[in-house]
């Protein structure tokens, strides 16, 4: 999008395939890479959107709710963090797919798991975040969900 300013964060071993990517895919804009660790760095900002995918799942809930936090506070009066994450309905797992996701988290990290929408709403409202709500899925039997907040303006 002519115009765009997008800040791409992840670690410092992705930015090699972040420069073959943008080679790839020329769009106009500017397109930066921020080398870091979200546990560790702080995000930059202020930005008008932070989209946060498939992390918190890989954390328990105290550092899910301090990542939230953290993004939150590298938004702009305004903006707003949109999570996105393999949404689990702990009453009634169906589509099976999260629930097994759940699983698989429990047993290969220290304290990963899944999360419902419930959850990911209460660290943004926690994080200071309003009009946090389970937008949905990203398209119709797709596994993932969105979830978004906005900073007050």
Request: proline share 10%; aromatic share 10%; no cysteine.
């Amino acid at each position: 999008v002519p115009g765009l300013s997008v800040t791409v964060f992840d670690l410092p071993r992705a930015e090699k395939h972040f420069q073959e990517e943008r080679k790839r895919h020329p769009r106009g804009g500017e397109v930066r890479f921020l080398p870091g660790d979200y546990a560790e760095a702080k995000l930059g900002g202020p930005y008008d959107v932070i989209w946060l995918s498939q992390v918190l799942h890989g954390e328990g809930p105290e550092a899910g709710r301090m990542l939230v936090a953290t993004a939150a506070d590298a938004l702009a009066p305004g903006g707003v963090l949109w999570v996105q994450e393999f949404i689990l309905d702990r009453e009634n797992p169906e589509p099976p797919w999260p629930a097994l996701f759940n699983l698989n988290m429990l047993v290969n990290t220290p304290r990963g798991q899944s999360y419902s929408a419930g959850e990911i709403m209460e660290f943004m409202t926690a994080a200071g975040l309003t009009r946090a709500e389970h937008v949905g899925a990203r398209e119709p039997g797709w596994p993932a969900g969105l979830v978004r907040g906005f900073k007050p303006a």
